[in-house]
């Protein structure tokens, strides 16, 4: 089973809401992500957990704020977004295995407007 | 700096053609390589990846990819394209010793098979 979920499917949210995106998995994976990716374009890593511990930001906006509560869930806080935040927003996870050789399963994602 | 090229943005094919989509990365040290495949309205699904050893690698639905290290290349194939291949094609790069979760991504290639 190689499935990571993520919910809701889409979002709309205002510039003054304050939402969370949501993401699991139960493939005993230590290494969760979060990317972002605009129409037609690759996706951009945005967070790294390992261990439940965050260990790569890549110069995300303060206003995206990631949490990990567990070794299965990764939720993303979003409050105060701008409308160029509109993307969709992946969650991945992967083994964390030794030697690097780390493969990284895909959610279907979050497709979010904001307005 | 790192970077992935991948040289078509927009293949299209008649079904039964034979397809090859280029993929080259910048990174002189060993990397980790993979192939994802985003289906029309579906997440990213991993369709090949290589890590090491035999450097022609099979993946699922009839694609296979070869790492030519020489030419920092990674070209994915299929010798038969069907309809239901439609999609957008990631190729993936992971530097092997990089820092977690530095997968780096392709700009996408576009195949659009005609029935």
């Known amino acids: 089973d190689t499935e990571v979920t993520q919910t809701p499917k889409h979002l709309v949210m205002g510039m003054t809401n304050k939402k969370s995106l949501k993401c699991e998995q139960h493939?005993?994976?230590?290494?969760m992500y979060w990317y972002k990716q605009k129409a037609k374009k690759p996706p951009e890593l945005m967070f790294v957990?390992?261990?439940?511990?965050?260990?790569i930001n890549e110069s995300v906006p303060s206003r995206f704020s990631p949490e990990c509560p567990n070794s299965s869930l990764l939720n993303l806080h979003l409050h105060a977004l701008q409308p160029e935040d509109s993307a969709l927003y992946l969650c991945?996870?992967?083994?964390?295995?030794?030697?690097?050789?780390?493969?990284?399963?895909f959610g279907p994602g979050t497709r979010l407007l904001v307005l | 700096a790192q970077s992935v090229s991948q040289h078509n943005h927009h293949v299209i094919l008649s079904e039964a053609a034979s397809l090859e989509l280029g993929c080259n990365y910048s990174?002189?040290?060993?990397?980790?390589l993979f192939w994802y495949v985003q289906y029309p309205g579906q997440h990213l699904q991993l369709l090949l990846k290589?890590?090491?050893?035999?450097?022609l690698v099979k993946g699922i639905k009839g694609f296979e990819a070869e790492f030519i290290k020489s030419k920092f290349s990674f070209n994915l194939r299929k010798p038969s394209v069907q309809w239901s291949d439609t999609a957008e094609y990631f190729c993936?790069?992971?530097?092997?010793?990089?820092?977690?979760?530095?997968?780096?991504f392709g700009k996408g290639t576009k195949l659009s098979v005609k029935p």
């Open positions: 991945a996870s992967s083994q964390q295995r030794r030697g690097n050789q780390e493969t990284q399963y």
């Open positions: 493939m005993g994976h230590r290494a």
């Open positions: 957990y390992s261990y439940e511990k965050l260990s």
């Open positions: 990174y002189g040290g060993t990397v980790n």
């Open positions: 290589y890590f090491s050893g035999d450097p």
């Open positions: 993936a790069v992971n530097p092997y010793g990089g820092s977690q979760g530095n997968l780096i």
